[in-house]
């Protein structure tokens, strides 16, 4: 019983900045693993970033140095700050968590938001 809500999507010029928000609801005790993944039309969905409890981030390497990842616990969201945006970043971008519900693990998928980055 989680849910997973994306906002901040949309279209902005090669070089502009985005800013993803997500935030889980529902009956969670933990959330472990957040993070954001992208699928383009034609290809497999690619981890962009992830952030664990403990602070550890990864990241994708076409993405490193552009993009930020960071985590409100209290909150129960994950965010992801997109800098220096390529054409070659659209696609659409689903948050993902790794979470604890209703007293065992639970991996939820958000419903995606698009980002499209063009003149």
């Known amino acids: 019983q989680v849910q997973l809500v994306e906002s901040g999507g949309g279209l902005v010029q090669p070089g502009g900045s985005l800013r993803l928000s997500c935030t889980a609801s529902?009956?969670?005790?933990?959330?472990?693993?957040m993070g954001w993944y992208r699928q383009a039309p034609g290809k497999q969905r690619e981890m962009v970033a992830t952030?664990?409890?403990?602070?550890?981030?990864d990241y994708a390497d076409s993405v490193k140095g552009r993009f930020i990842i960071s985590r409100d616990n209290a909150k129960g969201a994950v965010f992801l700050q997109m800098n220096s945006l390529k054409p070659e970043d659209t696609a659409v971008y689903y948050c993902?968590?790794?979470?604890?519900?209703?007293?065992?693990?639970?991996?939820?998928w958000g419903q995606g938001t698009q980002v499209t980055v063009s003149s």
């Open positions: 529902g009956r969670i005790f933990g959330i472990y693993t």
């Open positions: 993902y968590s790794h979470a604890y519900a209703d007293y065992r693990p639970v991996d939820t």
């Open positions: 952030i664990a409890s403990n602070g550890r981030m």
